[in-house]
């Protein structure tokens, strides 16, 4: 082979490899889409559905499908093996076949428990796009490669609570609401939802980050709770989508005691889903295979190095770095760890005792002989 040719082919064979991925995640997402049209009772969330614009989802669905199928075509012509190519040309023929963009929707859709579908399609695409672009210019561990070891239970887990969104609202705001409805004062809610909304913005987050700090530690140090909190401690690999592997048992109680003294305080709708939605996009963050040092700012807010740390196999950052927002909160109660421009060695639970895939890590807390009773050193 010429000295050109293998050139070429350096750099074809990944070219082709990422037009096929991106073929298959797309058609797949097309065949979700397509499934939402059909089935929106079933498969998509009320709260969107009231804000979707169709022509611009419809738009987006046929754009998906028609990159789907040149991706895939440009897949086949730069790559020797063609199985990632002709399943994303087939995923997008499927939604098509299955009236692609255009299927109707009847109107209104009746009111029906569902799995949020399209809530978890939204998020997987954003996310993706968002992230492994990052993760690719600033990696922290270039070597790392976008589906490393344990991806799949990852991606399970993502899709798990992503999926089950109605139930995961109902358990983070049913309990407040049932439990401590008695300590709710009109007075004192009226006073916290006067405040401007930047000062209420950041006590949510002093609030949340205390509690969530709290409960953290509390997993931590219960040996029943650890063995839930495990799961999220399996990683060996760090990037955004390790940030989805918890068990459902973690999230449901972190969010539900989380969401205690916000409900009982009162804040404004506002600044309260701007906390939410900037929890989920630090939450991620703070997991990506990013290099970021973020400069003084570090000191101010959790960074990927700061819970990196947190994730660390080295004996010294053992229950560390607690905090999801602050690391001041860790700085007060002595658990803060951040040597200088340092990063882990190692991610993970000495001797790797929880397993892979998901439904094995549901279950983990709850077996007796799933091996000796590990706590952190
Ligand atoms: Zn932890
Ligand atoms: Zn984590």
Not at 37 to 64: F, H, Q, S
Not at 213 to 218: A, D, F
Not at 249 to 275: K, N, Q, S
Request: proline share 6%.
């Amino acid at each position: 082979m010429s000295e050109s040719a293998r050139a070429r082919r350096r750099w074809l064979g990944p070219l082709g490899w990422m037009t096929g991925v991106a073929s298959v995640v797309l058609g797949a997402a097309g065949v979700g889409a397509v499934l939402c049209l059909w089935y929106p009772a079933l498969l998509t969330t009320p709260a969107l559905r009231e804000v979707y614009d169709m022509r611009l989802i419809r738009g987006v669905i046929k754009a998906g499908l028609v990159a789907a199928f040149v991706l895939g075509a440009a897949s086949l012509l730069l790559k020797r093996r063609k199985a990632l190519g002709l399943t994303g040309i087939g995923l997008a023929a499927l939604a098509t076949l299955m009236g692609g963009s255009a299927v109707e929707v009847a109107t209104p859709v009746r009111r029906s428990d569902y799995l949020g579908l399209d809530w978890f399609l939204i998020n997987l695409l954003i996310l993706a796009t968002v992230f492994v672009p990052l993760e690719s210019v600033f990696a922290r561990l270039p070597a790392q490669r976008v589906f490393r070891r344990g991806w799949t239970t990852d991606l399970a887990h993502f899709a798990v609570s992503h999926l089950m969104v109605q139930a995961s609202v109902l358990l983070t705001l049913a309990p407040a609401a049932v439990f401590f409805r008695w300590a709710v004062s009109p007075a004192i809610q009226n006073a916290v939802a006067a405040q401007p909304i930047a000062l209420q913005f950041v006590e949510i987050l002093l609030i949340a980050d205390l509690t969530q700090y709290g409960m953290h530690r509390l997993f931590h140090r219960v040996p029943w709770l650890w063995r839930f909190h495990q799961v999220h401690h399996s990683s060996r690999d760090m990037d955004w989508l390790a940030a989805s592997r918890l068990h459902l048992v973690d999230i449901a109680v972190t969010r539900a005691v989380g969401f205690v003294p916000v409900y009982v305080l009162g804040f404004a709708p506002g600044p309260t889903y701007a906390y939410l939605v900037f929890v989920s996009f630090q939450a991620i963050l703070i997991h990506a295979n990013v290099s970021f040092a973020f400069g003084p700012l570090r000191w101010l807010l959790a960074t990927p190095q700061f819970h990196h740390w947190h994730h660390a196999a080295e004996s010294e950052a053992v229950d560390k770095n607690f905090a999801v927002h602050l690391p001041v909160i860790d700085w007060v109660f002595g658990t803060f760890y951040l040597p200088g421009r340092r990063w882990p060695a190692r991610y993970g639970l000495e001797g790797d005792p929880v397993p892979e895939g998901y439904g094995r890590q549901l279950v983990y807390p709850l077996l007796r002989g799933a091996g000796p009773f590990l706590r952190r050193r």
